[in-house]
């Protein structure tokens, strides 16, 4: 706006400040759903494993996620309660944020569904799992508050919002990630993490999250603003304060253990054979670790929890693996080029691009030439990245199918 006069916000100009706060939200809450969407996924991988039943519900799963991702580019001023929009656009966007929690219940119940009656492993992915379902569930009620405007405008800029946010990224996107981690590490790099290990660093992260912000819902209530890292000692927000600073150091201690165990693991853990976890979707069925092009052949999938079926009727697939390695053998095997350098190298190339393009400060007019210098050192390494990539022929691994459909490489053919 400022450097290509625009003015958009700008009120000398006929602008509006307003509009600016209106451009960062209509990113900045669907950006959060593209945060939590994913871990959602990862929860619906793991808690099926884990509970020895396949998903409840799946098809009500799946519309639900894209009923989050729809809905969550119609609520963000919901933000915006405290800035005069008016009692329309207040009623639009508390509606739609209520409406928003109706997905996200759906999804909370089809995994408590998933685990009724199953035949649960408390496994260190598992543990996270819960974690993520109990903690995400915590902020969600938190947040939909806030789909009240007169409790939000209450709650506005305190620190119940920075409670309420941790609950929703950490307790629910962080806890996904670290479930996710710890559940295809085995299949990455074909190594065990050490569950009493796992185990710790699940406790402790779950034990130092709660004591860091569970005390901040009561600072919001009693007033605190966030942002503001000083504040007089008479108010009453001293204990909660110091009980939140040593939950931190616990949380750290427990983000700590975790990696570290999982660095120790990648380097000395104990090596294991593939399916690990007596998994249920096809990934499980690759060797540990896997080989550079995953699946020799495309997979023909049999089952939503497709490992499974395949487990459970294993006549029935050594059939078609024969029938598969015949034909395969009929068209002279399966080519697999090699692993290349050259596409990271394009892609680099396209980010530097990207930096020359966007990178403009309040008064680019001294800086306006690196900036350009830039933008084309960045096509030059694009285009030499693309120019070397094309020149990389045919050559690479050259496989044949075995009797029971595994590929073996040919060391005859370009290898």
């Not at 959602?40 to 991988?45: H, N, Q």
């Not at 479930?179 to 993490?193: E, I, Q, S």
């Amino acid at each position: 706006d400022r450097n290509f006069s625009t003015a958009f916000f700008e009120v000398s100009g006929g602008g509006m400040p307003i509009l600016w706060q209106h451009l960062f939200w209509v990113f900045g809450h669907p950006e959060v759903y593209i945060l939590i969407l994913p871990a959602m996924g990862i929860i619906s991988e793991i808690l099926p494993t884990f509970s020895r039943k396949p998903l409840f519900g799946y098809p009500i799963v799946v519309f639900s996620g894209a009923c989050i991702g729809f809905l969550g580019f119609a609520v963000w001023s919901h933000h915006m309660f405290t800035t005069g929009m008016g009692t329309v656009a207040t009623a639009a966007f508390a509606l739609a944020t209520m409406a928003i929690a109706v997905p996200t219940g759906v999804k909370i119940f089809n995994w408590i569904g998933t685990l009724w009656g199953g035949h649960l492993m408390m496994r260190t992915p598992m543990l996270f799992a819960l974690g993520f379902v109990w903690m995400f569930m915590m902020g969600g009620l938190s947040g939909i508050m806030h789909s009240a405007a007169p409790a939000d405008a209450q709650q506005h800029d305190s620190y119940f919002v920075v409670a309420h946010f941790h609950y929703v990224l950490i307790g629910g996107s962080i806890f996904a990630l670290l479930a996710g981690l710890h559940y295809w590490f085995p299949l990455m790099f074909g190594r065990k993490v050490s569950e009493g290990w796992g185990r710790l660093s699940f406790w402790t992260i779950f034990v130092g999250f709660n004591v860091t912000f569970f005390p901040m819902h009561f600072l919001g209530l009693n007033g605190m603003p966030r942002r503001t890292f000083t504040y007089d000692p008479n108010l009453g927000w001293n204990t909660a304060n110091y009980i939140a600073t040593m939950g931190a150091y616990l949380l750290g201690i427990g983000m700590f253990i975790y990696f570290a165990v999982l660095a120790y693991t990648y380097f000395k853990g104990e090596k294991v054979g593939r399916d690990y976890w007596d998994g249920r979707t096809l990934e499980w069925s690759l060797q540990n670790p896997p080989p550079e092009y995953n699946f020799a052949a495309i997979p023909t999938v049999h089952a939503r929890d497709s490992w499974w079926y395949e487990k459970q009727n294993r006549a029935e697939i050594e059939r078609e693996r024969a029938e598969k390695a015949k034909a395969e053998e009929a068209h002279g095997g399966i080519h697999m080029p090699f692993g290349s350098i050259w596409p990271f190298v394009a892609s680099m190339g396209l980010l530097v691009v990207a930096i020359g393009v966007t990178c403009f400060d309040s008064n680019p007019a001294p800086g306006i030439h690196a900036k350009l210098g830039l933008t084309l050192i960045g096509g030059v390494i694009t285009f030499v990245g693309i120019y070397f990539w094309s020149l990389e022929g045919n050559e690479g691994y050259h496989l044949h199918l075995d009797k029971d459909g595994k590929p073996v490489e040919d060391h005859g053919h370009g290898h």
